[in-house]
């Protein structure tokens, strides 16, 4: 794989100040270990280049009120105005209150021309699935939106964690909790428009895939196992902490590598880990024959152009982007020159 590949990171945190002073006080008051950095849009540029990644889309997973959500939704919006050629964003909504979801929905996507939003796997206990999230997904659906599903702590208490961080253990099934509860409800294939990208390659879909799409064997489900696996293939997902070799080959059995989407963590992952997943991806993809190799990834650009391929311009005429049909997930940066890419 070449150096000179372009890189886009779906899975790159912004921490604004406000943000971090809150989380520090969450930090402390469970007993995490979780280093917190301190975060600025120039810190975070110097790293991109020195690890030769070429754009990004900000996020921070989270919730609150409508004011605090509006206004960190602001200050994504305002890092990447500062540097649109190597930033998108992915915006938070408000928990708790529907009506104030949709209006930040239109919020972000009307005036801030955000790139789609980072849902948690579930607000105070309500997961994704829940009917109570029905209109706040039909909304999305109606747009077209990229949702971005990122681990937070399960719903419950008194979490076996043996003295650990709860993203050591919790956060790989918790995605797949959320997950799979979205396709066992059959709201994947409702909300069909929505286009879906997995944290953490999935947590542990890609491998128990297979289990789980066969649960109706003994009544633990009511979709037949080709209906499961058919929505797992509709879904994208990152490479965030998960470029192992068993990794590729489970994404590629699953997914392929059209919706395979290259994540970092960063900075949650510090740059030194970042940089030895890079070498991993290289590494795996550097063989002609592999299904993430360029001279794959390059026929193989159309379908999904933000992601581990190489990124080609856009040449489809604009007018596409609101022609009503499902849109590659490239198309969810509007017309703005990003990433270095001319129009």
Not at 77 to 83: C, F, G, P, T, V
Not at 240 to 264: C, N, R
Request: aromatic share 10%; hydrophobic share 40%.
């Amino acid at each position: 794989m070449s150096e000179t590949t372009p890189i886009i990171d779906v899975h790159h945190h912004a921490i604004s100040p406000a943000l971090r002073e809150a989380l520090l006080a969450q930090f402390k008051q469970v007993k995490s270990t979780v280093e917190l950095p301190e975060w600025t849009l120039q810190r975070d540029r110097e790293a991109m280049e020195r690890l030769s990644i070429t754009g990004a889309l900000l996020s921070m997973p989270g919730s609150g009120t409508l004011e605090e959500v509006h206004q960190f939704n602001t200050f994504l919006a305002e890092m990447s105005r500062e540097d649109p050629r190597h930033y998108g964003f992915l915006a938070n909504l408000p928990s708790g209150d529907t009506e104030a979801a949709l209006r930040e929905i239109a919020y972000v996507l009307d005036t801030l021309q955000g790139d789609g939003f980072a849902m948690l796997s579930n607000y105070r206990g309500i997961y994704l699935s829940d009917d109570r999230m029905d209109a706040i997904l039909a909304e999305l659906h109606r747009r077209s939106a990229v949702v971005f599903v990122h681990p937070g702590p399960p719903a419950g208490k008194d979490l076996p964690l043996f003295g650990r961080d709860v993203s050591v253990y919790e956060f790989p099934f918790e995605t797949t909790r959320a997950v799979m509860d979205l396709i066992y409800t059959g709201k994947i294939a409702r909300y069909s428009q929505i286009r879906w990208i997995l944290a953490h390659a999935g947590g542990t879909i890609p491998y128990l895939a297979y289990r789980l799409s066969i649960a109706r064997e003994w009544g633990g489900i009511t979709q037949a196992p080709e209906d499961v696996l058919a929505s797992l293939r509709t879904l994208y997902y990152d490479l965030a902490l998960s470029t192992a070799p068993a990794v590729f080959q489970a994404l590629q059995e699953l997914a392929g590598p059209s919706h395979v989407l290259f994540g970092t963590d960063f900075p949650m992952r510090p740059e030194k880990g970042v940089a030895l997943s890079l070498l991993d991806w290289r590494r795996n993809s550097s063989s002609p024959l592999s299904p993430f190799s360029p001279e794959s990834l390059r026929s193989a650009c159309s379908p999904a152009k933000v992601c581990v391929r190489m990124v080609k311009p856009l040449t489809e005429p604009p007018n596409l982007q609101r022609s009503g049909k499902p849109l590659p997930i490239w198309y969810t940066f509007p017309e703005r020159c990003k990433f270095g890419d001319e129009p």
